[in-house]
Nanobody, 122 residues
Framework: QVQLVESGGGLAQPGGSLRLSCAAS????????MGWFRQAPGNERTFVAA????????SYVDSVKGRFTISRDNAKNTVYLQMNSLKPEDTAVYYC???????????????WGQGTQVTVSS
């Protein structure tokens, strides 16, 4: 049974930082892309960042470039999203997902976590 379990969300002040984790289990993700998406109330789910498990291909949405960093720890089967210089518009539920190809399209992802809330507010 494939499981993606996110953690690390919470409340941060503008300009602050949070690190999200996504622990993957239930299958081998060696040839998969791990992605982070977010969804604010009333909005569609949107792409944030993605990395091939090998780490040789990484993508970011323009609005987080230079502020967010996606990384993975192969030994722990865990993917991270380090979020710095947070802004109120980063407030959303953040989801971890896995896809067989490298894509920014959420519909192409096969496995999803339950989501973790990130709130940026003073």
């Amino acid at each position: 049974q494939v499981q993606l379990v996110e953690s690390g969300g919470g409340l941060a002040q503008p300009g602050g930082s949070l690190r999200l984790s996504c622990a993957a289990s239930g299958r081998t993700f060696t040839n998969y892309t791990m992605g982070w998406f977010r969804q604010a109330p009333g909005n569609e789910r949107t792409f944030v960042a993605a990395t091939r498990w090998s780490g040789n291909t990484i993508s970011y949405v323009d609005s987080v470039k230079g502020r967010f960093t996606i990384s993975r720890d192969n030994a722990k089967n865990t993917v991270y999203l380090q979020m710095n210089s947070l802004k109120p518009e980063d407030t959303a539920v953040y989801y971890c997902a896995a896809a067989a190809i490298h894509t920014t399209l959420w519909r192409r992802y096969d496995y999803w976590g339950q989501g973790t809330q990130v709130t940026v507010s003073s």
